[in-house]
């Protein structure tokens, strides 16, 4: 174990918040057995108490240990998806307090892939509650830089791990009712978890528990964003003049304060989502214009994003 990690570790144990980088965007972490450090988590990131958040294990067995019905579906799941960017919704162990579930019967469940992620729950041990390490609803962070703009302040330590792989949050699949339901896309994308359950995934419904990123509004920037068809890219653009920033797939004809090329693979697109809205935001525009994607199956999780971030999701 290395000192950083021996010390974030340490940290922990004592109730204390320690950042730490997944495969899917950085998280701020505490003893998800500890409500004292729960509720400066909470405090730190000014996040609603009945929003739950999501509790991550160095393996599947002691992720499961927090769940009182484990159905074969979720062993399934895991043997193919952890570590790795999934997050499950199972019925809470008696331990599980409401302090991480937001008060409900449910909680979410994940084994991230990132080696220092994996080392750091190894040598703790226990359950880690790690929402995204930046404000409520704001951008998430994909590196440390990231972080330090956000909550560099009130954390007592940040991990370093690079740019994330993902760049966007984890996939969330229910699995507390009576069939499988999809919360929120992500890289793990719905075709394949049906492929391993083998059966159509629900849609999100008026009964799916509370989860992460279920908000209209979410991921967002501080600059307002809209997203807009590419066909109307440029008519929107002399619409709003050039004191805007745009994110799109190529530059636009009309001149723009701010432009950032975005790729055309949906899993890059992702992987610079974040970091390119900050950018955006950097620029002190008074307005972000988003160059919709394609509306198909591979987009799902990036289009989910974004419509959250316009505050349309």
Known sequence: MNDAVRRAVAILRAGGLVVFPTETVYGLGADASNPDAIERLYAAKR??????????????????????????????????????????????????????????????????????????????????????????????????????EDLGAEADCVLEGGSSEVGIESTIVDLSGAAPALLRPGHVRAEQLE????????????VSPRHPGGLERHYAPRTPAILVAPH?????????????????????????????????????????LYSALREMDAARCETILIESPPESPDWAAVLDRLRRAAGSG
Request: aromatic share 8%; glycine share 8%; net charge positive.
């Open 47 to 148: 996040r609603p108490a009945d929003h739950p958040v999501i509790v991550h294990f160095a393996d599947a067995r002691r992720a499961f240990g927090w769940a009182r019905e484990v159905p074969e579906a979720a062993h399934r799941l895991a043997a193919r998806f952890w570590p790795g960017p999934l997050t499950m919704i199972l019925k809470r162990a008696p331990q599980v307090g409401d302090y991480v579930t937001g008060g409900q019967d449910t909680v979410g469940l994940r084994v991230p892939s990132h080696p220092v992620a994996r080392e750091l729950l190894e040598q703790f041990g226990g359950g880690v509650a790690a929402p995204s390490a930046n404000v409520f609803g704001r951008v998430s962070p994909t590196s440390a830089a990231h972080v330090r």
């Open 195 to 206: 492929a391993v359950l083998g059966c159509r995934l629900g849609a999100k419904a008026a």
């Open 232 to 272: 109307a890219l440029d008519a929107r653009i002399a619409q709003l003049g050039a004191r805007v920033a745009v994110l799109a797939f190529s530059r636009p004809d009309e001149p723009v304060a701010c432009w950032v090329r975005m790729p055309r693979e949906p899993a890059a697109y992702a992987q610079r």
